[in-house]
T-cell receptor, first 112, second 115 residues
Framework: NAGVTQTPKFQVLKTGQSMTLQCAQD?????MYWYRQDPGMGLRLIYY???????DKGEVPNGYNVSRLNKREFSLRLESAAPSQTSVYFC???????????FGPGTRLTVT | DQQVKQNSPSLSVQEGRISILNCDYT??????FLWYKKYPAEGPTFLIS?????DKNEDGRFTVFLNKSAKHLSLHIVPSQPGDSAVYFC??????????????FGEGTQLTVNP
């Protein structure tokens, strides 16, 4: 089992370009999450999906959109990238009422 | 407003000694606490957790202590090993009433265990 996979691993964008970060899981978990990690700031929740068909904003949703395509896949879209969105992005999953979340390997995004 | 704070950005200890990582929180609604470990170029991995109804939880070399009145928790690693060198994140969640937990993370502490 691959667990949680993210594509791409690295990406460089110019300001104003758009892109979609992909996340897929084979853990049969209901909940999926997108975080960003910045130096000295820990991980901050961007959006999450408690179950298939639902999405909710997290702490830092501005500039992002998400799609829960099915139970396995949860994508994060940057419509018009800005340098402030340079970060490492992590996807995570969680099961039912468990508090624990399981993370993918991350996507390192640089916006110039 | 940083609701979960890890005031020490880094900690260095000798192999075999105890490592103590600290975490403070401000939100009294937090009911469940977790520690994650992160190696470079990898995602965080779950390490250990504690519910607010307990004050201690052990798992092998790792013990988490919770002091609710002080809104403080700590992670003890005994004995420390070089492979424990990583960034450790503290995270907290309010009581879950529906599926889908919202974790609030601290800034992280870089632990270095010297041989």
């Amino acid at each position: 089992n691959a667990g949680v996979t993210q594509t791409p691993k690295f990406q460089v964008l110019k300001t104003g370009q758009s892109m979609t970060l992909q996340c897929a899981q084979d853990m049969n978990h209901n909940s999926m999450y997108w975080y960003r990690q910045d130096p000295g700031m820990g991980l901050r929740l961007i959006y999450y999906s408690a179950s298939e068909g639902t999405t909710d904003k997290g702490e830092v949703p501005n500039g992002y959109n998400v799609s829960r395509l099915n139970k396995r896949e949860f994508s994060l879209r940057l419509e018009s990238a800005a340098p402030s969105q340079t970060s490492v992005y992590f996807c995570a999953t969680g099961q039912g009422f468990s508090y624990e979340q399981y993370f993918g390997p991350g996507t390192r995004l640089t916006v110039t | 407003d940083q609701q979960v704070k890890q005031n020490s950005p880094s900690l260095s200890v000798q192999e075999g000694r105890i490592s103590i990582l600290n975490c403070d929180y401000t939100n009294s609604m937090f009911d469940y606490f977790l520690w994650y470990k992160k190696y470079p170029a990898e995602g965080p991995t779950f390490l250990i957790s504690i519910s607010s109804i307990k004050d201690k939880n052990e798992d092998g070399r790792f013990t988490v202590f919770l002091n609710k009145s002080a809104k403080h928790l700590s992670l003890h690693i005994v004995p420390s090993q070089p492979g424990d060198s990583a960034v450790y994140f503290c995270a907290a969640s309010p009581l879950r009433k529906t599926s889908g937990s919202r974790l609030t993370f601290g800034e992280g502490t870089q632990l270095t265990v010297n041989p």
